[in-house]
């Protein structure tokens, strides 16, 4: 049985995601955002969500896109985590430096 | 006067309010309201027992999860600090305890849950808390600056939380379980013993198989005195002793209730226009093929979605593996899909009380249907995927009852 509710996306977008960062201080490891993109976030030791970039490096951020280790995930998927955080943690910036999410 | 809206919902929290945000990107014109009974506007109740907003090491205002003017930019009517006292579902009328009353086209009932009232003789006194609501916790959050000595009643994630937080103000812990272990039976003994471990390591003492016989203080909680006569003196006392819903309106305007209100998997109740969602919503796991009672954020939010969605026309079915993590003293406690014990499921586990690492894979009928994970929430995703899956554990049991083996192999 496919599960999607994740990919349920409230309001369309009409900007690319550029850059994601994660705020490690409002961070509470509640992995929704694993959940939703487990190819971009995992929980680190702490406990805290972390980026997954190429050469198996991964940190808060800030992250550049094309640096993601699933370069091939959607922009939707990564709104969705972003969404789906229960205290706002991460940040997602658009090409032009504006903020797509929050 | 009565005033009418399209989509009335009851409930402001996550639930309610990811609901109304659904309905305003599918529905532009369309009447929302909410009615809240707490005065604030949607905020994140999960952060609430965080020890970073509880020591007020994040700004206080991270806990705000919508602007002041969300709701009128959205065109969302925001009535809050009233209660709902009554539905008539068949003028589809609710009434307010202003004695308003509102008619709508769809109702959502996303009314979470309350603390349940403590009944200990002297739990009225100033000091003892309960943490579920934003005002709960300002109270916990100026009672902390000054208490030396904090007891925590009960087990669970709140508890835990609480317990890490009061440790790091620099306040003496006392934990008293009416357990024999931590989480029993939720958990089993070994799981407890870890997190009751980790706890002690922390400063905080533990004092199992007891119960509060009463809370001795003037206007003031003094001292809590258990019912074998141990006593021990404190200034704040957290009562984390469970929570339940408020269905009494509810089940009398003839909505069908259990523990919660009954719901199919489309989140609607038997009353045709009539939904629920979140924290009070019994609904048909089409997962598990039985009614759950989830009591998480991202469950609630996620029924926001589905059941908002469905009140615009749409039919989309609820399909979620629930999950729970939290973290403190040097451990990580993760809960996925289904926890409760019952005789007809049996458990594989993995790692031991030795290693520091212990999870439990709960399985039903050959399949997994959750798992509770200490020091090991990274195999949280894996197996939520396992679950969903629908997968057979027919012949894997030596590589899900190995803690060094990798779980991600068998979804390939």
Redesign the interface.
């Known amino acids: 049985m496919k599960v999607d509710n994740y990919k349920l996306i409230i309001f369309s977008m009409d900007k690319k995601v550029s850059k994601i960062i994660v705020d490690r201080n409002l961070c509470i490891g509640a992995a929704s955002c694993v959940i939703a993109a487990c190819d971009v976030f995992e929980l680190d030791a702490e406990n805290k969500a972390v980026i997954k970039l190429k050469n198996n490096i991964k940190n808060s951020g800030p992250a550049e896109r094309p640096n993601l280790e699933g370069d091939a995930v959607k922009d939707a998927d990564i709104v969705a985590a972003a969404q789906s955080c229960p205290t706002k943690a991460i940040t997602l910036i658009a090409e032009d430096g504006s903020n797509i999410y929050p | 006067m009565q005033e009418n809206i399209k989509y009335l919902i009851v409930g402001g929290g ?1 639930a309610g309010t ?1 609901a109304a ?2 309905i305003r ?1 599918v529905d532009k014109d369309g009447s929302i309201a909410i009615v809240s009974d707490e005065l604030y506007r949607l905020y ?1 109740r ?2 609430l027992s ?1 020890p ?1 907003f509880f020591l007020e ?2 700004p206080f205002d ?1 806990v705000w ?1 919508k602007t002041d003017d969300w709701y009128k930019k959205n065109n969302i009517e925001f009535i809050n600090g009233k209660k709902a006292v009554s539905i008539d579902v068949t003028n589809k009328t609710i009434t307010l305890n202003d004695d308003k009353t509102i008619k709508y086209e769809k109702l959502l009932l996303a009314i979470g849950s309350s603390t349940r009232a403590w009944e200990a003789p002297g739990a009225n006194k100033k000091g003892v808390f309960y943490l579920r609501t934003l005002d709960d916790a300002k109270k916990i959050i100026a009672e902390v600056k000054t208490a030396k000595e904090a007891v925590c009643v009960g087990g669970g994630f709140v508890s835990f939380e609480m317990c890490d937080m009061l440790k790091m103000a620099g306040i003496d812990v006392t934990l008293v379980l009416r357990e024999s272990h931590y989480w029993e039976p939720l958990l089993d003994e070994p799981s407890g013993r870890i997190i009751e471990e980790a706890l002690k390591k922390g400063g905080v003492k533990i004092i199992l198989n007891s119960e509060t016989k009463e809370i001795l203080g003037g206007e003031k909680v003094e001292s809590i005195v258990l019912n074998n006569g141990r006593t021990i003196p404190c200034q704040i006392i957290i009562a984390g002793i469970g929570v339940c819903c408020q269905l009494e309106q509810i089940k009398s305007s003839g909505i069908q209730t259990n523990r919660g209100i009954l719901a199919n998997e489309y989140l609607e109740t038997n009353i045709t226009d009539i939904y629920t969602a979140g924290d009070c919503a019994e609904f048909k796991d ?2 598990l093929g039985e009614s759950v009672q989830l009591g998480n ?2 469950n609630a ?2 029924q926001g ?2 059941a908002g ?1 469905n009140m615009t026309g749409k039919k989309d079915p ?4 629930s ?5 403190g003293f040097g451990i ?1 406690i ?1 809960f996925v899909g289904d926890v409760r014990p019952s005789a007809d499921r049996s458990i594989i586990t993995r790692g031991s009380f030795e290693i520091g690492s212990y999870g439990r894979i709960i399985i039903k009928d050959g399949e997994i249907i959750g798992a509770t994970l200490i020091n090991r ?2 195999e ?2 894996t197996i ?1 995927k396992l679950i ?3 997968f057979k554990i027919a012949g894997h049991e030596t590589e899900l009852s190995n803690p060094d083996c990798k779980l991600q192999e068998l979804i390939k």
């Open positions: 996550v990811t945000e659904i990107s994140s999960i952060m965080k970073n090491k994040i991270n999860l089409v997962i954020w991202v939010q996620m979605k589905i969605g609820f399909k979620m593996v999950f729970y993590t939290t973290q990580t993760a929430t990274q949280l995703w939520s969903e899956k629908d």
